[in-house]
């Protein structure tokens, strides 16, 4: 028998860690009750065959592409953000599937991602000490005390963001957009501008030409038409997350039916955490985020705690060591993983240890210490023989100015421009693209 889905009570018992401070304990309990009417937002079947893609990258038969905004905002909840996002994540594929020929299990970072972890629980400005800013989920942008007052409120809100862009995902990758004869008109309105953009007009060239010969052979598949996209997001607020994991019908198994993919943050994976305890009862495939700080033993406890019976697909690791420190850190880890007889996903988040403040106070990342994260990545793997299953990125399919570097060389004085993230840096379309490019590069060496 499946042990007991633990209560929220039981989870708060173990001290939970970035969990909100809310001034209103009954209003969270009305909150909850709310939540927990909703109807899900995914399907336990959909989990289920995303797992069973995922255990397929584990076998070396895919990569992964999980990638969306470092934080969503109620405000981005709108046709043109979403469809930007898809745009790229689903051009980013084409290049990785066409290029390097396998399989891309695309997850979007997305439809869920509204709540943050922060270094530092308040922000003082001009002699003003406030809570940070946790994410729409928790409390407002606005350096007011009432917009910085966590209200339980927004997580009702959390629900129909997340139902509003799944809905339009939906309509998107199964309604015509993804199909591959329109890979031109995805990206149309940019390409003749950089050089990133004339490399994808190559290929979208490429593709046209091999469609027209399959339809001309006769073959034209349901599968050139839609594609799979699966929601993620990180698992942090135990209100939300509780409230929406469900037992399911047909197996009589609780699910977190708020995305078909959730993780747990590097700051939150503590062994007898609550997080872990929550997500170790789904059977959601589940992500953990290993930090430079990560021994081979603390993740296969992790991954004894969350996977007991070692099933195929069920974990997923997401490293982000930093570009200076992946090569030196990670092999161990992999090699104490793989030395245990596990199989599991190999993820690099090539964002999350290179982050610095520029000269002009922004946050930032540079496009060329990601890169060297990546290659660092698929060097590592290469060594030990093995696969380096997928990255995750921060990304939006607008053209910011929050990352420096890339091949339109990005300068910190530019990020003024156009920055517009509330919390990390992230690639914009150009750099999301040059990104996918060297990838697929790696892929094919
Ligand atoms: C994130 O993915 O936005 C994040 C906070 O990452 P990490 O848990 O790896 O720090
Ligand atoms: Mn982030």
């Known amino acids: 028998m499946p042990e007991a889905f633990p209560s929220l009570a039981d989870l708060h018992a173990r001290n939970p860690l970035h969990q909100a401070a809310y001034p209103d304990a009954s209003a969270v309990t009305e909150v909850v009750k709310e939540l927990e009417q909703r109807p899900p937002l995914v399907f336990a079947g959909e989990c289920d065959d995303l797992r069973g893609k995922l255990a397929q990258v584990a076998r070396r038969e895919g990569f992964v592409l999980q990638g969306g905004d470092c934080a969503e905002t109620f405000a981005g909840v709108t046709a043109a953000n979403i469809q930007g996002k898809l745009r790229v994540l689903l051009a980013m594929a084409v290049v990785l599937t066409y290029a390097a020929q396998v399989p891309v299990v695309k ?28 994410g729409d989920a928790v409390n407002g942008f606005a350096f007011t005390p009432e917009a910085r007052t966590p209200d339980p ?19 998107f990758v ?25 490399q994808w007009e190559q290929l979208a060239d490429e593709i046209d030409r091999a469609l027209a010969f399959m339809v001309a052979c006769g073959l034209d598949d349901d599968a050139m038409r839609s594609v799979d996209l699966f929601a993620s997001h990180e698992a942090l607020l135990l209100e939300y997350e509780h409230a929406l994991t469900r037992v399911d019908s047909r197996t009589q198994r609780p699910y977190n ?62 490293t982000r060591m930093g570009a200076k420190k992946i090569r030196d850190l990670l092999p161990d880890v992999i090699e104490g993983v793989s030395a245990s007889g596990r199989e599991v996903v190999w993820i690099c988040d090539p964002m999350h240890g290179n982050t610095f403040e520029a000269a002009n106070g922004y946050k930032t990342r540079a496009f060329g210490d990601v890169m060297d994260e990546v290659n660092g990545f698929f060097d590592v793997h290469d060594q030990l023989g093995t696969w380096p299953g997928g990255i ?6 607008d053209d910011v100015t929050e990352c420096v570097g890339g091949a339109d060389d990005l300068a910190e004085g530019d990020l003024g421009n156009r920055y517009e993230s509330l919390c990390d840096p992230r690639l914009n379309r150009n750099q999301s693209l040059e990104l996918a490019f060297l990838v697929s590069q790696r892929l094919t060496d």
């Open 107 to 134: 997850i979007g970072r997305l439809a869920g991602q509204y709540a943050k972890p922060r270094s530092k629980d308040t922000e003082t400005r001009g002699g003003v000490t406030l809570p940070v800013y946790k």
């Open 153 to 171: 409120r927004r997580l009702l809100e959390v629900y129909n963001a997340s139902a509003a862009t799944l809905n339009l995902t939906r309509a």
């Open 174 to 198: 199964t309604g015509g957009f993804a199909h591959l004869a329109q890979v031109h008109s995805w990206n149309a309105d940019w390409v003749k501008s950089s050089p990133v953009g004339k």
């Open 257 to 318: 039916v708020s995305g078909h993919f959730v993780w747990i943050g590097e700051r939150t994976r503590q062994l007898d955490g609550a997080h872990v305890e929550m997500l170790r009862h789904v059977r959601n495939p589940i992500g953990i985020k290993l930090g430079p700080t990560t021994t081979a033993a603390d993740a296969l406890a992790l991954a004894d705690r969350l996977d007991p019976d070692h099933e195929p697909g069920r974990i997923s690791f997401i």
């Open 392 to 397: 995750h990125v921060e990304l939006t399919g």
